[in-house]
């Protein structure tokens, strides 16, 4: 089969390579759609702790696909099952999967990390993955493409959870490429009173005010400050979530709010990086500053479902699609910012609800 191989930091190809097999409770999945997400872009550049030095590793965590063949033990599954994968497996063992944050365990695995992840035509589910709850069954009627979508999404949604978004909300987002459209279709959702969103680009808050964005800021010509002083009447903000890695938007989200404001940084800096922060503005003022990484299954399971019933439509952020022999255009295009989600299709149109079942090699799977 064929799968896009990341060599060491900076080197991707697609290659041949051998049909994985399944046994006890793994699953196999033929992988349908594969989207591009900014921590494959930093792991293809930078490579990571937990791929060794001279390990080859497949990318891709934002799964959708068929299941096309089961291990003996498996009983919840079955071939021709349309399902997506999360991530983040936990061990099961340690305080945070025990209190159900497998986001946070640490000792994770992860598929497009420490295992062979989405961009490849055949996915291996290890057994312990499955034991774990992190497969699910698409809904009815959900495409491939939104399906693969649903896992960052979850993750923007377990950012907000804790910011409790409502109707008599001014909501500030900082930064308008994915996470930030995300993050609008949420605030909308939970009914925020005025979603205000900051970017440099045009093209992307031209896309953000489409899926409901009351303001758009572009910060090389407005200062956002100001244009937040407006729309609040000099109050400040209920809410900032940072949806970019910059040091300076970051320095500057406190100082968007207002009195208990609440702020999630949602976005990383990486490692070595800090930013000033006004600690007598945050206890004087009574702000809550929270931060979030990844999400649960049980955050997953809940945008699945916002998804599955159409409360929620994630087709507009999928502004390209690439077969797997053009990976590194697809790479290019997501590192550009061109547009939104770069999607990998395989084997058929990732935009398709309804699938015949396939086995390994393509051949027809029997249930």
Avoid: W
């Avoid at 045009?202 to 956002?224: H, I, M, N, S, T």
Wanted: aromatic letters at 6%.
């Amino acid at each position: 089969m064929k799968a896009a191989v990341l060599r060491r930091p900076g080197e991707l190809a697609v290659e041949d390579v051998a049909e994985p097999t399944v046994v006890g409770d793994d699953l196999l999945i033929r992988v349908r759609a594969a989207s591009i997400c900014g921590t494959d872009l930093r792991i293809f550049k930078h490579g990571h702790f937990k791929i060794r030095d001279g390990q080859r590793r497949v990318l891709g965590h934002e799964v959708a696909g068929d299941v096309v063949a089961a291990g003996p033990r498996v009983t919840a599954f079955h071939p021709g099952m349309r399902v997506t994968v999360t991530p983040n497996v936990g061990c099961g063992r340690c305080d945070m999967c025990r209190h159900g944050y497998n986001n946070m365990c640490p000792d994770y695995e992860a598929f497009g990390i420490s295992i062979d992840g989405g961009f490849q035509e055949l996915l291996r589910v290890p057994g312990f993955a499955v034991q774990r709850g992190n497969v699910f069954q698409i809904p009815e009627g959900l495409s491939y493409a939104e399906a693969a979508l649903v896992e960052p999404f979850s993750c923007c949604y377990s950012g907000q959870r804790g910011l409790r978004v409502g109707p008599e909300d001014v909501v500030v987002i900082t930064g308008a490429g994915p996470i930030g459209a995300f993050h609008v279709l949420l605030g909308k959702l939970a009914g925020a009173r005025k979603v205000i969103i900051s970017n440099r680009g045009r093209p992307r808050l031209d896309l953000a005010a489409r899926l409901g964005a009351d303001v758009c800021v572009g910060v090389r010509e407005q200062d956002l400050a100001e244009v937040v002083r407006e729309h609040t009447g000099g109050r400040g903000a209920d809410v900032v979530i940072t949806a970019v890695s910059d040091p300076q938007v970051q320095a500057q989200a406190a100082e968007l709010l207002a009195p208990h404001g609440r702020l999630n940084y949602f976005a990383g800096l990486g490692a070595a990086r800090t930013i000033p922060l006004d600690t007598n503005a945050v206890h004087y003022k009574g702000l809550t500053l929270t931060g979030t990484t990844g999400s649960t299954n049980g955050d997953y399971g809940r945008c699945l479902r916002l998804v599955g019933e159409r409360r929620v439509d994630l087709s507009p952020l999928i502004s390209e699609v690439f077969p797997l022999e053009k990976i590194h255009d697809a790479f290019a295009y997501a590192a550009s910012g061109a547009g939104m989600k770069a999607m990998v299709a395989f084997d058929g149109d990732p935009h398709a609800t309804t699938t015949a079942a396939r086995g390994p090699g393509g051949r027809q799977a029997t249930p």
